[in-house]
């Protein structure tokens, strides 16, 4: 995504890009936010938003890590006893757990591996070191070629939002607003081909 983000923005000197990734709720105008990405429920009040596509979550093991740990049976049997990951909430600097749905929130007992990156978390798995909640568009090519296997996906998800947002100032820059939509076409490149 960053690459494609360059590559729009290279012929105008004049531009610099201070890109971060965080994954705490930031307070835009404290922390002098221009633009921001994020999976949600909803975007925050007072922003303009502009909607990628929806997206899940999957639970997802290589065939390593089953071979070698075997197939849980049920979903209490995965997040009782079997190596997992979860992300970690940078705002009280515990561990997500997994959010399957409104009704159902767990908590591997057996966390081997915590990250505040999904990229990471990710890595962790196709190396077979645990079963992990990965977002359905980081995992979807993994899954389609075999090096992931979806667990337990009976089991009713979370839909979430991808979205694009800035906030809402009496005068927004003509960069930042031409920024904004360089990033929401790089964005719906990548990952609206298959939104619902």
Same mark, same amino acid.
């Given at each position: 995504m960053f690459h494609r983000l360059l590559v729009k923005c290279a012929d105008y000197p004049e531009l610099y890009i201070d890109w971060r990734s965080n994954d705490a709720k930031l307070n835009a105008v404290k922390n002098q936010l221009d633009i921001g990405i994020r999976i949600g429920i909803q975007a925050?009040? %007072?922003?303009? @938003?502009? *909607? !990628?596509?929806?997206?899940?979550? *999957? !639970? @997802?093991?290589?065939?390593?890590? %089953?071979?070698c740990h075997g197939t849980p049976q049920s979903l209490d049997e995965l997040t009782g006893r079997f190596p997992a990951s979860s992300l970690i909430d940078a705002n009280t600097n515990r561990p997500w757990g997994w959010p399957l749905n409104a009704e159902m929130h767990?908590?591997? *007992?057996? !966390?081997?591996? !915590?990250?505040?990156?999904p990229a990471n978390e990710l890595a962790a798995a196709l190396a077979g070191c645990v079963a992990a909640y990965i977002p359905e568009h980081l995992c979807r090519t993994h899954l389609q070629n075999g090096k992931l296997v979806e667990l337990f996906p009976e089991i009713p998800r979370r839909p979430w939002q991808l979205y694009i947002y800035c906030p809402q100032r009496t005068v927004t820059s003509r960069r930042v607003l031409k920024v904004f939509d360089w990033l929401t076409e790089v964005l719906l490149e990548m990952y609206d081909k298959e939104a619902t």
């Open positions: 925050e009040d %007072l922003m303009i @938003v502009r *909607k !990628i596509c929806d997206t899940t979550d *999957k !639970i @997802v093991a290589s065939p390593a890590y %089953l071979a767990v908590f591997p *007992k057996n !966390i081997r591996f !915590i990250t505040d990156d």
